[in-house]
């Protein structure tokens, strides 16, 4: 067989599926860097992939479906993502999570401090 004919048969024998997907490939490298980002900066809070699997780790064979920041084990905001949709969006998705979890941290702080200047006031 010729080179030209061997390198036809090799084409039509590839599948689809053997073709690098480089979008999923951006989707595991920016959850994987968030999640790095996250926990450096953040000691106590995680971002999690597909959610009820907790701690799934994400790759080509088991797509993100869905993301969960955490902070000391407790689910703080989850976000639904689309299979079908870019590393872009993933990301836009995932910083809404977090910024989501932020603020419901900063308003359970701010009734503790309510509370506690409630507390002292009537002592």
């Known amino acids: 067989m010729n080179p030209e004919k061997a390198y036809l048969a090799e084409k039509h024998l590839q599948t689809d599926s053997e073709e ?6 951006r989707k595991i490298a920016v ?50 993502l689309s299979t079908s949709g870019t590393a872009a969006r993933m990301m836009k998705e995932i910083c809404g999570a ?4 932020i603020e419901q941290e900063e308003k ?8 506690w200047g409630a507390v002292s006031e009537s002592h």
């Open 20 to 25: 690098p997907d480089f979008e999923t490939a």
């Open 108 to 115: 359970k702080h701010v009734r503790k401090e309510k509370d």
């Open 31 to 80: 959850f994987t860097a968030m999640a790095r980002t996250i926990s450096e900066n953040w000691p106590e809070w995680e971002l999690v992939a597909n959610v009820p699997g907790y701690g799934a780790v994400p790759s080509a064979a088991v797509p993100i479906e869905n993301v969960g920041i955490y902070r000391s084990g407790k689910l703080l905001a989850r976000r639904l």
């Open 98 to 101: 977090f910024c989501l979890a």
